[in-house]
């Protein structure tokens, strides 16, 4: 497990950073929705490795706001995309932590929380609303993927329905 100091360091490095972490399209699953076409809302609570919601179902093509208010001491991501890419971007995710580590390392945070393309990142106490428009996408989940915030259950899989 990572000290909250180690976590506040990773989002100043993610802030820092030229590109998003999948690059413009973001993860699996869709895309950036269109504010004006979102058919419902989902307002999803972030606490100490839990989301408030276990599950979702979605209809391909649907657009959806979602609004994520962290209740947590830590920063959370509520990030959408495949198991193989939540593996992936927690692999970054560590990697970050541990370049933190070494010298020369970024020690401080002086930024907003990142944007994702598939998601948002949410500092503590605070809000963060993104849209998102669903394509029928196997093994889709939404996710913290902050090192032990996904490992100790912080996903919930997401289902396609007619």
Known sequence: MFSRRSLVVVLAMMVA?????????GMSGGKLGD??????????????????????EVRDGETIRFILR????????????TKAEHAEHLKM???MMEAQKKPGGVHSHS?????????????????ATFVWTFARTADLEF?????????????GPITFVR
């Not at 930024?111 to 809000?127: E, I, L």
């Open 17 to 25: 950073a030229p590109a998003r972490a999948h690059g413009p399209q």
């Open 35 to 56: 504010p004006a076409k979102a058919t419902r809302t989902v307002e999803v609570v972030a606490t100490e490795n839990a989301f408030s919601i276990k599950s979702l």
């Open 70 to 81: 962290n209740d947590g001491m830590d920063p959370h991501e509520f990030l959408i995309g």
């Open 93 to 95: 995710m560590r990697a």
């Open 111 to 127: 930024g907003p929380m990142m944007d994702h393309a598939s998601g948002v990142m949410v500092a503590p106490g605070k809000t």
């Open 143 to 155: 996710a913290c993927d902050i090192p032990g915030h996904y490992e100790d259950g912080m996903r």
